[in-house]
């Protein structure tokens, strides 16, 4: 089983990272050896072996673009762009600027000024994409991060970086929640991943377990507007996702995490989602978000309130 390596690589060095992971050791690698590589793993594998490994003159994961400097290597963007489409970023790795169809930097941004603190922290990435927020946890202090994401397209994409970027305090394990359940982490982040759960309340009960007593979750998700009675539930898509289950608003999400046993520590304002945010580039080459609004962004195509996030910080009390 060839996807095993680089899964298995992943993982022992998140067990050399936190150590307290070794816990989880058996069900970790019985997951991942039951785990379904995607189709083209094995070609994306080959794409990033062909990649070249330059050396760094500097690296920086502090800018609002993860970055690598130096002399720009032959054939580069080519192998970058065999790996598209780049959901999250943006990167500039070697003059190569990886222009991600979202923003990813502004949510980053809007956690530092919600007074997310990561420095010396253990981090866990529930939903973790290509890794982008694992590298600017540790740009903003984090000791150590660990990734979350079942998409083997997204772990090829951080392979890729790793090879670019050199091996960082972090890590990346192609599953979820439901296949292992890794605890005593001071900082769970959950970004965009509540809405595509069927169970929203099981998903904040698994995030909590992660966290140490003390741990704050920082949840990001899509709400709307109402009390804590008002959930929607999307008869069909919403924004053109199948996959979109529970939008509740931020008061119904403030009784789920009363009942989960969080305490709020804070909760910030709804931004919209625009197309300045999140929107089609030529490093996706597929429909974006104003593709599935109408034409002055008040709605969704299919006639339901337009995207809205925020930003909850939850802490986790003593059992």
Not at 223 to 246: C, E, H, K, S
């Amino acid at each position: 089983m060839p996807h095993l390596a680089p899964a298995l690589a992943q993982w022992q060095h998140a067990l050399a990272l936190k150590p307290a992971l070794a816990t989880q050791d058996d069900a970790v690698r019985a997951a991942l050896a039951r785990a379904t590589p995607h189709g083209h793993f094995a070609d994306w594998l080959g794409i990033i072996a062909a990649l070249p490994s330059p050396v760094a003159a500097s690296i920086d994961l502090q800018s609002a673009a993860v970055s690598a400097s130096g002399d720009t290597p032959p054939n580069l963007e080519a192998g970058l762009r065999a790996l598209q489409p780049w959901r999250k970023g943006p990167f500039t790795l070697y003059g190569v600027h990886i222009d991600s169809e979202w923003r990813s930097d502004l949510k980053f941004a809007r956690l530092l000024a919600a007074g997310v603190d990561f420095s010396g922290k253990h981090v866990l990435d529930v939903g973790c994409g290509n890794g982008y927020y694992l590298y600017r946890a540790l740009g903003a202090g984090a000791k150590m991060a660990l990734g979350l994401d079942p998409s083997w397209h997204y772990l090829a994409q951080y392979l890729a970086l790793e090879r670019l970027l050199g091996t960082q305090h972090c890590a990346y394990l192609p599953l979820t929640l439901d296949d292992c359940a890794p605890t005593g982490f001071d900082l769970t982040l959950s970004m965009g991943v509540l809405y595509h759960r069927r169970d929203p309340l099981q998903h904040l009960a698994q995030l909590r377990d992660t966290l140490r007593d003390g741990g704050q979750l920082i949840l990001e998700t899509l709400v709307i507007d109402g009390d804590a009675q008002t959930v929607l539930v999307p008869p069909d898509r919403y924004a053109g996702m199948r996959n979109v289950w529970f939008l509740p608003s931020v008061a119904a999400l403030h009784r789920w995490l009363a009942r989960l046993g969080f305490a709020i520590a804070y909760s910030g304002e709804t931004v919209a989602t625009t197309s300045a945010e999140q929107r089609a580039t030529d490093w996706i080459d597929r429909y974006s978000l104003a593709d599935f609004m109408n034409a002055d962004f008040s709605a969704t195509i299919e006639n339901l309130p337009p995207p809205q996030r925020v930003i909850i910080i939850a802490t986790k009390g003593r059992g």
